[in-house]
């Protein structure tokens, strides 16, 4: 198994980032200002963090929590680093800090068509909520979970 460290995401990440970002959702990525956004300007209800292999940026995550509700804002993994364990330490901190917030329920949509990442979010005790039909700029749907966290 790969030895796969997390870590906060700093403004130096950024450039490794979003290049996993575009590779990983060709037709949705964020904007690096979107990311920019996130970490900078609203700290107190962010959360994101890197996964690294060595001194490899091979992932990301972020969450937004606020009260008693968190969501998972977005996950990625590179494909060569996938079925590696790499997404499953990323859902771990971001659940882990998602509790040390104090959320009940973590939130989170998945493309209709990643069986992948919906298979982990199943193991993970994520239930399915309900569908946003269109939902992606491709016109994919999205899946909505729930993970009840007490």
């Known amino acids: ?17 979003m290049e996993i970002e575009r590779t990983t959702f060709p037709s949705d990525a964020w904007s690096e200002s979107m990311m920019r956004g996130e970490l900078g300007d609203q700290p107190r209800t ?16 972020g969450l937004a929590a606020a009260a008693d509700q968190a969501d998972i804002q977005t996950i990625a993994v590179l494909a060569g680093h996938r079925r590696a364990g790499v997404g499953a330490a990323l859902m ?3 659940l882990a800090e998602a509790v040390r917030r104090g959320a ?4 989170l949509e998945v493309r209709a068509d990643n069986g992948p990442a919906q298979a982990m979010y199943d193991r ?27």
Request: net charge negative.
């Open 104 to 107: 009940e329920a973590v939130f």
């Open 46 to 61: 962010r959360h994101y963090v890197v996964a690294c292999v060595g001194d490899e940026i091979v992932g990301y995550g």
């Open 124 to 150: 993970f005790g994520f239930e399915r909520l309900g569908l946003r039909r269109r939902y992606y700029d491709d016109g994919t749907d999205a899946i909505t979970m729930v993970k009840k966290l007490n």
């Open 1 to 17: 198994m790969t030895t796969v460290k997390v870590r906060q995401m700093t403004m130096d990440d950024l450039p490794v980032v």
């Open 92 to 94: 771990d901190t971001l």
